[in-house]
């Protein structure tokens, strides 16, 4: 299946879908301050810290094009590598932490079919925390040309919501984008056994463009 190729124009910025309930209250907000904030000093001082978070929201849920990368493997989040931990069954777990000054949109790791999204509750412990483990999830399973792979999207501390764009049984390309979480956390992928992982802890990785795996 071809790389996802954009329609908008290279270093456009458009906001995440499942923004909205977050940021439109905020903005609608700050307009209103910052229009009565003409007439009295009282609302002025109300809009300095309305507008500032309005501004803040719009750079939370920003959602860049980018021109996807080639690779077996990409990134699925914008973020820093957490940890590499190689599993029971030959997999390798690839954890990418996000920061509230991450892009929260989540892409596709590969080009496949979505066989499950499954949400499973859980805690919002800061994505950092060993406890993390138990946090509120939804685990994405992709039929695809190197076998089943599966994503996880995890909540955390801040990130109370996980919006999936696209359900069962969808088609996508690598790179498209699949979920949102609002205001970060982390995101778990689990490499088939037998591929090579090429980014190392510490290491940044950006949505579509960052290759896991190493030929």
Not at 83 to 89: G, N
Request: glycine share 8%; net charge positive.
């Amino acid at each position: 299946m071809p790389h996802s190729q954009s329609s908008a124009p290279r270093g456009r910025v458009r906001l995440a879908r499942g923004a909205s309930p977050w940021l439109l209250p905020t903005v609608a907000t700050a307009a209103v301050s910052l229009a009565r904030s003409r007439r009295s000093g009282r609302w002025a001082a109300v809009a300095v810290p309305t507008t500032a978070l309005a501004a803040g929201m719009l750079w939370f849920f920003r959602d860049p094009e980018r021109e996807i990368a080639q690779g077996r493997v990409i990134s699925p989040a914008d973020g820093v590598v957490q940890s590499i931990m190689p599993w029971k069954d030959g997999r390798t777990r690839v954890a990418i932490f996000m920061s509230p000054l991450n892009v929260h949109v989540n892409r596709a790791p590969l080009a496949g079919t979505v066989t499950s999204v499954e949400h499973i509750p859980g805690g919002f412990v800061p994505a950092f925390n060993k406890e993390s483990e138990n946090n509120e999830r939804v685990v994405w399973h992709f039929d695809t040309e190197l076998g089943d792979i599966e994503m996880v999207q995890i909540a955390g501390a801040v990130a109370r919501r996980i919006v999936p764009y696209v359900p069962e049984g969808t088609k996508v390309e690598q790179g498209e984008r699949v979920g949102l979480i609002r205001f970060g956390s982390r995101v778990d992928v689990y490499l088939p056994e037998g591929v090579e992982v090429a980014v190392e802890v510490g290491q940044a990785t950006t949505a579509g463009v960052t290759r896991l795996d190493r030929d």
